[in-house]
């Protein structure tokens, strides 16, 4: 955990949030700048600064993120649907330097990137 770190003084509670979702690797809360009618920032209980610095060692908060995201989805009734984004590092627009996904969803999107 890195005292400077928005996202992990969310998880250790001292920054509020709006919680979805927490489980032993991951916890989940609503984006304080929602972009669609539902958007969850998915987020591992461990401090990787970017998609950029999974390797064998941690890649499996990745794999509970992915699972965490489908349940939070049926939770959150998207079953019609949903994206999910990762932004990494300075060309890919990343602000928290935190491992996180954008779980988004509720309303048909339309701006694809890719
Ligand atoms: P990025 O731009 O790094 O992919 O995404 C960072 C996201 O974190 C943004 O969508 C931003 O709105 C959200 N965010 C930044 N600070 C906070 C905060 O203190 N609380 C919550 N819930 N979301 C935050
Ligand atoms: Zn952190």
Known sequence: MNDNCIFCRIIKGEIPSAKVYEDEYVRAFRD???QAPVHV???PKKHIASAAEVD???SVYVAKCFEAIAKIARGEGLENGFRVVNNCGEDGGQTVMHLHYHLIGGVKLSEKVV
């Open 32 to 34: 304080i700048n929602p």
């Open 41 to 43: 920032l998915v987020v």
């Open 56 to 58: 064998e060692s941690n």
